[in-house]
């Protein structure tokens, strides 16, 4: 055989191996429930600001995930350099039109509305909770109780 054939003989099993090969399947939520919450707090000279901020929950029997879209969303883009870079393009962009206009709705879509997010998993029978106190970041864990039906 010449070097030709073998390379793509060999490129032929490659794609035969890839297309066969079991891709790892993820825990695919069984039922998606939209959720509203109402915040009220007081900020600064603003007074008392009242705002709703839009949940989603993907559940199974296994795990549930209870966050807010666009604060994943954020949070994905700003994990890399590049999305660090588009992040900052966005707000700049956001800072432009609201010096110009004065609406505040031009900044609505580019700051965190909630740091939130909350994981239960069955498996290992913990909910873990990620937000903010002040000016930090964290998580905690609780143990799950035991759930009754009826």
């Known amino acids: 055989m010449n ?3 073998i390379i793509i003989t060999i490129m032929a099993l490659m794609a035969v191996m890839t ?3 079991k891709k790892k399947e993820y825990p695919r939520a069984e039922i998606k429930v939209g959720y509203t919450y109402h915040e009220t707090f007081v ?10 901020i839009p949940f989603v929950l993907l559940a ?3 795990q549930s995930k209870f ?3 666009s ?3 954020k949070d994905s883009l700003e994990s890399t350099p590049q999305g660090r870079a588009l992040s ?11 010096m110009a206009t004065k609406d505040d709705e031009a900044m609505s879509a580019v ?5 939130l997010y909350i994981f239960r998993s069955v498996h290992d029978r913990v909910m873990t909770v990620y937000n903010y106190a002040g000016l930090s970041h964290g998580y905690y864990t609780e143990p799950l109780g035991e759930i009754h039906g009826k």
Do not use: V
Not at 91 to 98: F, G
């Open 111 to 115: 700051t965190y509305k909630t740091f």
């Open 71 to 73: 604060t994943e969303y």
């Open 67 to 69: 966050y807010n879209i």
């Open 19 to 21: 297309a066969t090969a």
């Open 88 to 98: 900052k393009q966005i707000l700049n962009a956001a800072i432009d039109k609201y």
């Open 43 to 52: 900020r600064g000279s603003d007074g008392i600001i009242k705002r709703d």
């Open 3 to 5: 070097t030709k054939s």
């Open 60 to 62: 199974n029997n296994e």
